[in-house]
């Protein structure tokens, strides 16, 4: 059995003296495990870092083998953002999520053409902790479990929604959730408007991400957020607090 595809790296370990046990993110393949004979050397080791794009080509006896992985460099996203650690946060949180949340090779084209635009918001858009949060969104509904934040869940009302239900994922507007707001998770404008985010929104955005995150792809399988996700989310709270006092001082 063989096949040859792109793939984006999302994670790596050690196995034996000299190789590693590599996970891609492949277009046709889904999440696909390979063995790198000699991986551990200085040459291969600066290929499979996380994030970068490569030429694959997978081998095994059987389909179901872990198989052996030849890895090419295509593109090597991870160091554009070596001087950025925010951004090299964002990275490794987004490749740790694809590798506890993805079943093993399971095709999911949109899910690779999706972190492919994120690669690029990271490297260009200056509004990235934005679109990074609509990119976990989005891993949500690719994998099933979409949120409705367009629309309040009782009236169907667009406008003036402020809270999302923590069991449902469906937005509700201010007056509905009034009653209830200490049940309920705040709903950052920029998810449902086209607006900029500031620091506090973000903070409020990776808050709400998570809950579904862990509640409908990590829980399930017995698994915890990824420290890296975690790591993230902290970096992102010294923004939100310079937000604040940015506006106390207007």
């Given at each position: 059995m063989e096949w040859a595809d792109s793939g984006f790296v999302v994670a790596v370990r050690r196995h034996g003296e000299s190789g590693l046990i590599v996970e891609l993110l492949t277009r046709e393949h889904g999440r696909h495990l390979g063995f790198v004979r000699g991986g551990q050397s200085p040459k291969r080791r600066s290929v499979l870092q996380p994030g970068n794009l490569v030429a694959a080509a997978w081998r095994g006896?059987?389909?179901?083998?872990l198989g052996t992985i030849a890895c090419e460099l295509l593109r090597a996203h991870a160091a554009r953002f070596l001087d950025d650690p925010d951004r090299l946060a964002a990275l490794a949180s987004a490749t740790?999520?694809?590798?506890?949340?993805?079943?093993?090779?399971e095709p999911h084209a949109d899910v690779f053409a999706a972190f492919a635009r994120l690669l690029d918001d990271l490297d260009s858009a200056s509004d990235w902790p934005a679109r990074y949060v609509h990119w976990e969104c989005g891993l949500l509904a690719a994998l099933g479990f979409g949120l409705e934040l367009t629309r309040g869940a009782a009236s169907g009302a667009a406008a003036d929604l402020a809270y999302v239900s923590p069991r449902t994922g469906r937005a509700v507007t201010r007056a509905e959730g009034r009653p209830y707001h200490d049940k309920l998770l705040p709903l950052p404008a920029f998810l449902w408007l086209d607006r900029p985010a500031d620091g506090a929104e973000i903070e409020r955005g990776l808050a709400l991400t998570e809950h579904f995150l862990v509640r409908h792809l990590l829980l399930p399988?017995?698994?915890?957020?990824?420290?890296a996700r975690a790591r993230l989310a902290l970096r992102m709270r010294p923004r939100a607090a310079a937000d604040t006092i940015a506006r106390s001082a207007v």
């Open positions: 006896r059987l389909a179901e083998h740790a999520l694809i590798a506890v949340a993805l079943p093993e090779r399988q017995g698994r915890r957020l990824p420290p």
